[in-house]
């Protein structure tokens, strides 16, 4: 990983100096994250460092095609590489079969072939649409995401993980898929809705709470606005998610731990028909999961207490109205589930959480203690 600071230009943002962050994933086939404001603008420029390609297909969703897609052309453009568009209605339900089947077509209809990409320049619905899409395209091709939230910044276009939901869950049909960049401009952060950035900031809890203790301490110190404390926020994040899925690509070890309170999260999810959004739903996940590993021993009060106060600090809810028998119900639909044993994530101090093989059986008793007062 190397951090470079240099003088802001004349149109730059900041204080005086531009944060700029180059983050090496080292997966099967390695790959860069480069972090920089109006990084997106350059994107032509950076596609051609890492694959010669003539032809792109650029997938988006209407809101974000508005407010960015201009910019990512015209750098496209300038760079001799020609531009096909598709644009998806914003919202999890595009995340759907039928535009997975309806992207396949237009590939084939713009004739993009294995030496041409996909850029996936939207949240995460986009870059798992358009990931799960490039992993299967003529049995794969390249992708570029350009993440625009705040959660797609910090998780969903990092690790590879593509997806389309079905009836049944999401996320259900999917491929391990790594991009070959990553451009993440913190710029575009400016113009995400108030909700969007409030559920991103959940996950980027989560890696406090996991991993990173120090994350949590920037997150109390952090004054919204602070452009500058936020782009290093986000690099320590997608280091930390870097490390994990360096140490397994495939998850099928310590890479669970990018769950923790994704278990009960999920459950809230499918129950409320999606209406409480995938961040809140991690918020009352990681509660209901912290609070629980409380009442069992493995961690002190104090670890709850923090996380609560940050989620009181970005707005994010920290209870729910299902009960533990519901969220049981609704977790061992989820795909981590192996015979009669489930993976939970159980928080042992800030910043030490760790992966708990239980029965089936003591899930419903594991939320009980999470949601009792
Ligand atoms: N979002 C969890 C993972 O990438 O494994």
Not at 209 to 238: F, H, Q, V, W
Not at 285 to 291: A, E, H, Q
Request: hydrophobic share 40%; proline share 3%.
């Amino acid at each position: 990983m190397t951090s470079v600071f240099y003088p802001q230009a004349a149109d730059g943002f900041g204080k005086g100096f531009l944060f700029m962050r180059r983050i090496e994933v080292k997966t099967g086939k390695p790959y860069e994250i480069l972090v920089e404001r109006s990084i997106s603008g350059r994107v032509g420029a950076e596609l051609l460092k890492v694959a010669s390609v003539k032809r792109v297909m650029v997938v988006t969703d209407k809101t974000v095609e508005g407010l960015y897609f201009e910019r990512v052309k015209n750098s496209l453009i300038a760079s001799g590489i020609e531009v096909c568009e598709f644009v998806i209605a914003p919202g999890e339900r595009s995340k759907s079969t039928e535009n997975l089947v309806r992207l396949w077509e237009a590939l084939a209809e713009s004739e993009i072939t294995r030496s041409d990409a996909i850029i996936a320049l939207g949240g995460g619905v986009v870059g798992d649409l358009a990931g799960f899409a490039a992993s299967t395209f003529l049995r794969g091709i390249k992708y570029v995401q350009i993440p625009t939230t705040l959660l797609a910044m910090t998780d969903s276009s990092v690790g590879g993980k593509t997806a389309v939901d079905l009836k049944a869950g999401k996320n259900l049909a999917g491929a391990f898929h790594q991009p070959c960049l990553v451009l993440c401009d913190p710029e575009t952060l400016g113009t995400l809705p108030r909700e969007h950035m409030r559920d991103g900031m959940a996950e980027v809890i989560k890696y406090g709470m996991i991993n990173r203790p120090e994350i949590i301490d920037k997150l109390y110190a952090y004054t919204p606005g602070d452009k500058d404390a936020l782009d290093e926020i986000i690099s320590m994040c997608i280091e930390d998610k870097r490390d994990v899925v360096s140490g397994d690509e495939f998850d099928t070890g310590i890479r669970a731990l990018l769950n923790f309170g994704h278990t009960p999260a999920h459950a809230i999810e499918l129950g409320s028909n999606y209406e409480i959004t995938h961040g809140s739903a991690v918020a009352i996940g990681m509660v209901i999961m912290t609070r629980a590993s409380v009442k069992m021993g493995l961690c002190k009060e104090n670890a709850l207490d923090k996380l609560l106060g940050l989620l009181d600090k970005f707005g994010l809810p920290s209870s729910c109205s299902y009960s533990a028998k519901t969220l049981a119900q609704g977790a061992l639909g989820d795909k981590k589930r192996t015979g009669d044993t489930i993976s939970v994530i159980m928080e042992y101090g800030i910043g030490d959480a760790r992966i708990c093989k239980v029965k089936v059986s003591e899930l419903e008793k594991i939320f009980e203690k999470g949601l009792e007062k």
